[in-house]
């Protein structure tokens, strides 16, 4: 598992040794594959909007999946804006700043998972597509939990609190 820098100093992603790609680039690439979000589409029928047909909802996952790589790139070339904007608590209870945080980012039904490292600074760990709120118990939106807590537990093995001993621990991997 290593750490890749997607934007200076305030956007990473996780690149798990398994994959090809890193996290965000990975998701970005299957969320705008038509043929993976129909299937998707389909085989959980069950949780999708009623009234929503197959095609309308695979043509908004795909606006949506452009409309958060957009967003990320406008914060991030943007020196006014920062990540807070779209990264949010995973825990809608968090009312206080935790070291670690565990983070969501979305746009409709689609969800980015992230680690907060400090201010403006996030580590992008996977994502998931939830069609309603009570679909955390879904086997892929299980999987990308198990994740999440998985790269916490890797980073605080690591010895990783805040920015200062995140960068140190780059530099140490280089």
């Known amino acids: 598992m290593n750490i890749i820098s997607i934007f200076a100093d305030q956007l990473f992603a996780f690149h798990y040794d398994h994959e090809t790609h890193n996290e965000l680039h990975r998701l970005?690439?299957?969320?705008?594959?038509t043929a993976y979000l129909?299937?998707?589409?389909k085989q959980n029928r069950a949780d999708t909007p009623q009234k929503v047909s197959i095609s309308t909802l695979v043509n908004q996952l795909l606006d949506n999946a452009n409309e958060i790589d957009d967003a990320i790139n406008e914060i991030t070339?943007?020196?006014e804006r920062c990540l807070e904007e779209f990264f949010k608590p995973l825990n809608d209870h968090e009312l206080h700043i935790i070291e670690l945080s565990r983070q969501k980012g979305r746009k409709n039904y689609l969800r980015l998972y992230a680690i907060r490292i400090d201010k403006n600074c996030f580590v992008i760990t996977g994502g998931t597509i939830k069609f309603h709120y009570k679909n955390k118990d879904r086997p892929h939106t299980q999987i990308e939990m198990?994740?999440?807590?998985?790269?916490?537990?890797?980073?605080k093995g690591n010895n990783v609190f805040d920015a200062d001993s995140f960068f140190e621990f780059l530099n140490e991997q280089l």
């Not at 970005?28 to 594959?33: G, N, V």
């Not at 129909?38 to 589409?41: A, G, K, N, S, T």
């Not at 198990?146 to 980073?155: A, G, M, Q, V």
């Open 77 to 79: 070339t943007n020196p």
């Open 38 to 41: 129909y299937q998707f589409v």
């Open 146 to 155: 198990l994740k999440i807590e998985r790269c916490r537990d890797f980073l």
């Open 28 to 33: 970005l690439a299957l969320w705008t594959d």
